[in-house]
């Protein structure tokens, strides 16, 4: 059995997290999506450059490494809770490593302070999403490019709340 670490996201880490999203979409995809979706969906596949970008601005990338240290899974949280990606090398699907990704996810919400988690789940992420507690608020159906397609928005609750102060008692002197 492989094991895994989990870490945040790296600069160099970018050509392996854009390779792992392609091939997610290309090869574990057309479990649920037809060829035509694929293509369009994996037409807007994020260049390397983009990760770094969206680290750069605030976004948290965490990444599951195999035992050789190479990104084999990650997810991409945004400061207010979207939770915009949840990829998996095809691989390594199966093994638990969403579920993992979205522990990771549930602790970056702590620091952050977030009520909320929410995503746009593709038809095959979606059981993983509900496996970790979240709850579809509706079906999403649109179209890529005229190709109709869809997935689902979810969300969570975190359970975290800032930190209230506590109500001042009597003085006592």
């Known amino acids: 059995m492989e094991t895994y670490t989990i870490r945040r996201f790296h600069p160099g880490d970018e050509q392996s997290l854009s390779h792992i999203m392609r ?5 574990i995809g057309p479990r649920g999506y037809s060829q035509q979706q694929i293509e369009a969906w994996a037409a807007r ?4 450059q983009r990760y770094l970008d969206r680290a750069g601005r605030g976004d948290v990338v965490i990444l599951a490494l195999d035992g050789a240290a190479q990104p084999v899974a990650y997810s991409l949280v945004e400061p207010d809770g979207h939770v915009d990606h949840l990829y998996c090398d095809p691989a390594h699907a199966g093994r638990g ?10 602790a970056v919400a702590k620091e952050l302070g977030l009520t909320r988690l929410y995503t746009e ?4 992420a979606r059981p993983v999403f509900e496996r970790a507690g979240y709850t579809v608020t ?16 979810m969300e969570k609750p975190t359970g975290f709340m800032f930190a209230q102060q506590p109500m001042p008692g009597p ?3």
């Open 23 to 27: 091939s997610a979409i290309e090869q």
């Open 45 to 48: 596949a994020h260049p390397a």
């Open 97 to 106: 490593l969403g579920k993992r990704l979205l522990s990771e996810v549930d």
């Open 121 to 124: 789940a593709s038809e095959l």
């Open 138 to 153: 509706t079906r999403r159906d649109f179209d890529i490019d005229g190709v109709a397609i869809h997935n689902y928005a």
């Open 171 to 173: 003085q006592v002197t």
